[in-house]
């Protein structure tokens, strides 16, 4: 991810060369060569136009500005980390979120009405927003404008969790002395 030119990867960088105050100790704090932490650090200096680093004698010090970000740059890391590390739990009895299903006609008329029977009893605060099918399905989905499509096997794609619902056969009925009913129906004589 970018931030007006900032890779915010190398904010872990950052934090562990604030932290470290030592190229080394922060490449193996963050399991990266040396070389590939020195580099981070060219980088975050061209960005910050600071040295955010200076060797004074032996070690290597902050500057202000490097100072500065310590304590930021490592809240921001906390916080992101507790946020991607929360496994929020959903519950269905006291949830009131709305979703947004992308669903062929046939599946709407034939299989919603149970569902919405069973979600009502269920889940009471849940909604649905059933959307009309588009001419890009998984584009929709791609772009979070849908939660769930419900559509025939073959619009779907391996990119998407997929678990079948149902499965209906085709059926072709025909009058018993019709020519077309002698035999077997293939898909030709179809």
């Not at 910050?48 to 490592?74: C, H, Y």
């Not at 569902?115 to 909604?127: D, E, F, N, S, T």
């Not at 584009?139 to 096997?153: I, N, Y």
């Amino acid at each position: 991810m970018r931030l007006n030119r900032l890779d915010l990867n190398l904010l872990v960088v950052l934090d562990a060369l604030l932290s470290e105050c030592s190229i080394t100790r922060a490449a193996e704090r963050i399991n990266l060569s040396q070389p590939a932490t020195s580099g981070a650090l060219a980088r975050l200096r061209d960005y910050f136009d600071d040295p955010l680093l200076v060797r004074v004698g032996a070690s290597m010090q902050p500057t202000p500005l490097g100072e500065a970000l310590k304590k930021p740059i490592s809240n921001i890391l906390m916080e992101i980390q507790a946020t991607v590390e929360k496994r929020p739990r959903f519950d269905p009895q006291t949830s009131d979120r709305r979703f947004r299903l992308l669903l062929s006609d046939y599946t709407g008329s034939e299989l919603m009405p149970a569902v919405i029977a069973r979600v009502a009893r269920l889940a009471p605060g849940v909604q649905f927003e059933i959307m009309a099918p588009t001419d890009d399905p998984l584009g929709t989905l791609d772009q979070g404008h849908v939660d769930f499509l419900v559509m025939p096997g073959h619009i779907l794609s391996d990119r998407h969790p997929i678990t079948p619902i149902f499965s209906e056969p085709f059926v072709c009925m025909a009058w018993a002395d019709s020519a077309i009913a002698a035999g077997q129906l293939t898909v030709e004589r179809y």
